[in-house]
Each structure stands twice: as C-alpha cells, then as structure tokens.
C-alpha cells in the first residue's frame, strides 16, 4: 500500500524535503482546505543533485631531477586530492589522496628529469565529493631539473687546465663553475651553447694556483632555462713554471744552489746518482718563497749534477709538479794543502800562475820520476822512438833568469804565453822535463804522436794540451810532460781535461 502524507502549502504550491516515488496531498494554490478540496501527486524518482569538490591554486613548486614538491594555501577542507596529466592516454590521473585539512604541500617522486608535468590539486569536505579534473581546477606546470652532468677527468699544464663531462640526455647545453678562493663561491666561466661539446679548456689560469670546477646542465623550456644541480666537483693545479738554478757557492764538502721562486707551495731538489746512473729525490723545500738550499756531505774535488722542479697542492692536497729545469752541474772544491809554502790540491804538488813555490824549494829531479821515464824510454825504443830529457829540473834562480831573457826579447805579455815567472815553473818541482826539442818543430814529429799516445801509461801528461790555452795560461807544448803517477795520469788522460780542470783550479797570475 503507497504511503500518503499531506503537506499544505499556504503561499504557493512547492514539493520540499521530498522522497521520490511517495504520494503526498497537495492544497493547490487558491483552495480552501476546508472545503476538502486537494489533490494528491506522485513525485517521480530523480538523480540526487551531484556534489563537486573544488578546485585550489598550487602557488610554486620545488623540483629536483626526479622529483616535485607542490605548495599551496590551504582551505577549509577535510583532505586534498591530487591529479597529474597522463600525456600518453591524455587524461588526468589521481596520484594521491592528502587526509589533512592543515596541509599546504605534497612531494611527488619517481619523475622523468627535464620533462614537464601538469597538476592540479582538489579540496574535498567528504569522499562522496566528485572531482573533475578534465574541465575544473586550475593546471599548474613544472619542469623536473635535467640530471646533472659527471665530470669526469680534469688535467693541467702550466697554462691552462682541461674538463671534461658526462653527457646529458636532452640536455640544450651546459655552463662550468670555478670556485673563487676569494669570494668562496662558484663563479660562472662559460657557458657551452650545444649538446654536442663535452670537454672545455681554462686558459686564463695562472701557474702554481689551484682550482676547482663543477658543471651543471640546462634544458631550455619556453625561452627559459631550466638548469640541473651542480655536478661533481673536481680539483687540480696548473703545474707552477720551470725552475732554473742560476748559480752555486761550493766549498770542500758542500754546495749552495739558487734558484728564482715562482708560485707554488714547495720545492724538489734531485741529484744525480752516477752509481746507479738515476736521479734521486734529495730533499724537499716546503716553503714557496725559498731560493737556496745547501747540500752538505759532498766529496771533496767530486762533481755533482742537480735539477730542480716546483709543485702545487691542489684542495684534495695532491701534489701537481712543474718540469725540470735545465741539470746544473757544480764541482766541489778540492782539498787545497800548503805546506812549506809547497801546495797541494787533493794530494797533487802544484806549480802554475796561480800557485807558486818558495825561492828556496830546490828538491832536484824526482826519482820516482826518473824511474818511470827510463821505462818509458825502453818501451818507445822497441817502437823505434828516441826519446830523450832535454831540459829537466830548474832552480828557483834559473829560472828567473831564463824569464827575464824572453821577457827582454818578446815582452811580458808574449813571454806569459810559453815562460814561467820564477817560482811558477813546473820545472822546479822535480816532476816535469821537456823531450827532444822543446819548439813548435816538436810537434807532428813520430816522437810525439808516440809520446802523447803513451805516456799516460807510465805516469805522464801532455801539461799543456792543445786547445787550452785560456785554462792552463800556456800555449801548446806537446814536449812538456808531467809526471803524476800512473792512476792518476789515466785519469786525466781518460777525462780529456788539463789538470786544471781536473783538479778544478785555476791558473791567473795574482
């Protein structure tokens, strides 16, 4: 049986509050309810009227390569829904539903990088509440960040530092970083307009000064630029300038190197090692503004080969070095003797214009001396060579005499050349004599191509050699010869010096 309920409209006929499918008494407009007359009516059954949530305003967003946070205000709402645009089925779908009326952001991950998404957000009061994302809401677009480049190697030279980086796929282009030491930021140097350039090179750099990079990338999206994080960061230094070592002081046992600083955090001194014929790292200077160093415990009369580099720490405290410069060689000093006015150089008695003898020294022709030229003369006699002493030891006197002579005849200056003053000649030591003829006619002879072949087997040198002149202060005498023992005149003969430079000292009159 249908239920009837009556309802009297007094101003106008309305169905309020109704329930659809029920019959209800009508008081039509103008009837008088106590005449009875009424009408009754069925409401037809309808849809219930839909309820929308509505739609808010996303007012930024922060965003990552991956990800995206969504703001907004919030609103008098039991919860928020939140949609992205599918672009590949070209609809709206609902990524999350957010339960708190407070709430003001939500954080969507696992995006693409440097792709653009569509959101929009929907405040509800009740999960009945429809959304309608398709023609409600306001869209808001953001852009995940590119993926930041990797840098992946960064080299120096003295003048420009080298980087290179990962490529980003779809990526417009990319801008480097060097860190200002000063400011203690990032500086932007260049910027690379394609996505084809992977390697840049820094040449405004300064020798021996560190640097670091960082690279980020940038998709370009409306005209704007949409850059990623920074990349990495890399550090090296410009390997600081070649050192040179402009001079040495030396003594017996030590040398003195100098060099000119450059910039740089230290200096590496290396020697020569002529045992195992390799360079050895000596020591290290850890100061930058140092320009000598002394290297001690040194053989005396020894020679020694030096080279030095420079090196710069970079802000992982790894070391980066300059080139060598040129090898420097110095020799110590030898072992210089005076005794009774005599000098000895490492155990050598020496005569020249540099080191004289007393007056008085008069020790007559050396025995030793003596016994090896006899040996010598039997060998090249076998060869069929004379040989024979035609002027042997000189006085202090005759010497002096023989000088003032040639001085009288040709002048000091020319006298120089091939006389000794007294108390500067060879001859009045014992140990030196002249063969067969001593002028220019000597020379070429058998005789003495014999002699110069030989005669360092039996403890001689040629004293004064051709083509040091300028060293020992005397001219060519291939008929002088010195005696020195048998090692050592090897020696000398072996090293293609004089005596001088052997013994490293020098022959100048005072």
């Not at 309020?16 to 009508?26: E, S």
């Not at 490529?167 to 260049?190: C, L, M, N, P, Q």
């Not at 670091?212 to 940038?218: A, E, G, Q, R, T």
């Not at 850890?286 to 415990?297: C, D, E, H």
Request: hydrophobic letters at 30%; a positive charge; one cysteine or more.
């Amino acid at each position: 049986m249908i239920s009837k309920r009556i309802l009297t409209v007094l101003a106008a006929a309305a169905i309020v509050a109704t329930v659809p499918g029920a019959l209800y008494l009508v008081n039509r407009s103008g009837d008088d309810p106590s005449e009875g007359v009424s009408t009754y009516a069925q409401v037809t059954p309808t849809a219930a009227r839909e309820q929308f949530s509505r739609g808010i305003t996303v007012t930024k967003a922060n965003k990552t390569f991956d990800a995206v946070r969504l703001f907004w205000k919030p609103v008098s709402c039991n919860g928020y829904r939140i949609y992205v645009y599918d672009t590949s089925s070209r609809s709206w779908d609902k990524i999350a539903t957010v339960k708190s009326s407070s709430a003001d952001q939500y954080r969507i991950s696992g995006l693409d990088p440097a792709t653009e998404y569509k959101f929009k957000v929907f405040a509800y009061q009740s999960s009945d509440e429809k959304d309608s994302p398709s023609d409600k809401g306001r869209t808001f677009s953001v852009s995940t960040k590119p993926t930041a480049p990797k840098l992946l190697s960064l080299s120096a030279d003295n003048k420009s530092a080298t980087i290179k980086w990962s490529k980003v796929e779809g990526a417009t282009g990319y801008r480097i970083y060097r860190y200002d030491f000063k400011t203690g930021k990032y500086i932007s140097i260049v910027s690379i307009k394609n996505n084809r350039t992977f390697t840049w090179t820094d040449k405004t750099v300064s020798s021996g000064v560190a640097y670091k990079y960082k690279v980020k990338s940038y998709v370009k999206v409306d005209g704007v630029n949409n850059w990623s994080n920074y990349s990495n960061m890399l550090c090296t230094a410009v390997k600081p300038d070649k050192i040179t070592i402009t001079g040495a002081n030396r003594t017996y046992d030590a040398v003195r190197l100098f060099w000119e600083p450059v910039t740089c955090n230290g200096y590496q001194i290396y020697m020569y090692d002529s045992g195992s014929k390799k360079w050895k790292h000596l020591t290290t200077v850890k100061n930058p503004s140092a320009n000598q160093y002394r290297i001690s415990g040194l053989k005396r009369g020894t020679e020694y080969k030096f080279k030095i580099r420079a090196y710069k720490c970079d802000a992982q405290r790894k070391n980066h070095f300059g080139s060598f410069g040129s090898t420097f060689t110095v020799t110590t000093k030898p072992e210089i003797v005076t005794k009774n006015g005599i000098t000895y150089v490492e155990g050598i008695l020496i005569a020249n214009k540099t080191y004289s003898l007393p007056s008085n020294y008069n020790p007559g022709m050396n025995s030793e001396a003596m016994q090896a030229f006899e040996k010598m003369q039997k060998a090249a006699r076998r060869d069929g060579i004379s040989l024979w002493i035609c002027s042997g030891f000189r006085s202090y006197s005759y010497q002096k005499s023989l000088y003032n002579r040639y001085v009288a005849r040709d002048g000091q200056a020319a006298a120089d050349r091939f006389s000794a003053r007294a108390g500067h000649s060879e001859h009045q030591t014992g140990l030196a004599m002249d063969i067969n003829n001593a002028s220019s006619s000597f020379e070429g002879t058998a005789a003495a191509k014999w002699l110069a072949a030989n005669c360092a087997d039996y403890g001689f040198i040629i004293r004064y050699p051709k083509g040091k002149e300028s060293i020992t202060g005397y001219k060519y005498e291939p008929w002088h010869i010195r005696y020195l023992g048998v090692k050592t005149a090897q020696a000398v003969e072996k090293s293609g010096l004089c005596l001088e430079e052997y013994l490293k000292i020098t022959s100048e009159y005072q």
